[in-house]
């Protein structure tokens, strides 16, 4: 797994060692398995929000697990142009290469550890697909795409565009040195992710190798949703069998506990914010807060108010 990884861990900061006796655990309140699909213009997913009410995971909407499929020569694919309004994309490329471009100006590819942070705010248009030598050559392809809800005072807001680099992840391990912890956004044990957000959240990708334990202390306003990419474990006080592709939501306490199991490494991708607690109509590429705001999102769309699609440029002969 290409995603940011250092020689030695045990150089970087570490979380601080929890007191059992004195660390309230978050319960597992719910667990879910990922139903696969298909997003775009045909590559595979996994829905792992799916059939979790939006309650739970407020202030987050969506989230996709694109792959992991090794493409064969002429198979990659992407999605076409096509709107937003109302909240942010959050684009993790784990493998692979991915190329975005908006009707913002905003674009860029990221690969093995980069993410694409696109506020879509009032309204904007834009593509995600491989580049050209990837549809030509094939290959391995493993990301996610994490859809952050905007509150109401921020959805009208300009879009803006975020090409975050993996090498400025924060980075810090546990006091074992059995985990290696990527931040991407928000905060946790003193160590700050490069993503900047309109909705507080923290947002980790986290590798524990084979038996560690991770204790992890988790801000007690926040909800708190740990989904497997890859690997089996237990997750909770509990320690209830979790596996790739399942979702754990938790319930309230000052830190959450998963253990890898003895035989592979467990792969997770963490997420927590501060809930909105704000109605929230959703349809398609567009989150509001009713469903009159949704029907001008549509509007708007077909008036040409979200953006136009730039130009092909075409090269000089």
């Not at 980075?171 to 040195?177: E, F």
């Not at 990527?182 to 986290?206: D, F, K, N, Q, W």
């Amino acid at each position: 797994m290409p995603a940011v990884t250092v020689d030695d861990v045990l150089v970087l900061p570490r979380l601080p060692k929890l007191d059992p006796a004195a660390t309230a655990y978050r319960p597992v309140r719910r667990m879910i398995t990922a139903p696969s699909g298909y997003e775009g213009e045909g590559f595979p997913v996994r829905r792992a929000f799916a059939g979790v009410p939006l309650s739970e995971l407020d202030p987050f909407i969506h989230l996709d697990q694109m792959g992991e499929v090794d493409y064969a020569p002429g198979e990659p694919k992407g999605t076409p142009w096509h709107p937003h309004r109302g909240f942010e994309t959050v684009t993790y490329i784990i493998d692979g290469v991915f190329d975005h471009q908006d009707s913002n100006g905003g674009g860029g590819t990221i690969t093995n550890g980069d993410t694409q942070w696109m506020t879509a705010g009032a309204g904007i248009l834009h593509i995600e697909k491989p580049p050209e030598h990837l549809v030509v050559s094939g290959g391995l392809f493993h990301g996610l795409q994490l859809w952050v809800n905007l509150p109401k005072v921020k959805k009208m807001s300009p879009p803006r565009y975020q090409d975050i680099r993996g090498k400025q992840s924060g980075l810090l391990t546990t006091p074992d040195g059995g985990a290696l912890i990527r931040v991407i956004a928000g905060e946790l044990a003193g160590v700050t992710g490069p993503g900047s957000t309109h909705t507080p959240i923290t947002i980790a990708h986290v590798t524990l190798q084979p038996g560690a334990a991770l204790d992890l202390p988790w801000r007690q306003d926040y909800n708190a949703l740990v989904y497997v990419l890859a690997g089996k474990g237990t997750i909770g006080a509990d320690g209830r069998p979790i596996e790739t592709g399942q979702l754990a939501v938790h319930g309230s306490g000052d830190a959450i506990r998963v253990t890898a199991g003895s035989r592979e490494v467990l792969d997770l991708y963490i997420m927590g914010g501060e809930p909105i607690r704000e109605p929230v109509a959703h349809y398609g590429p567009f989150v509001m807060n009713t469903r009159q705001e949704l029907m001008q999102a549509f509007e708007d769309y077909q008036a040409g108010r979200l953006g136009v699609i730039p130009a092909e440029r075409v090269p000089h002969t």
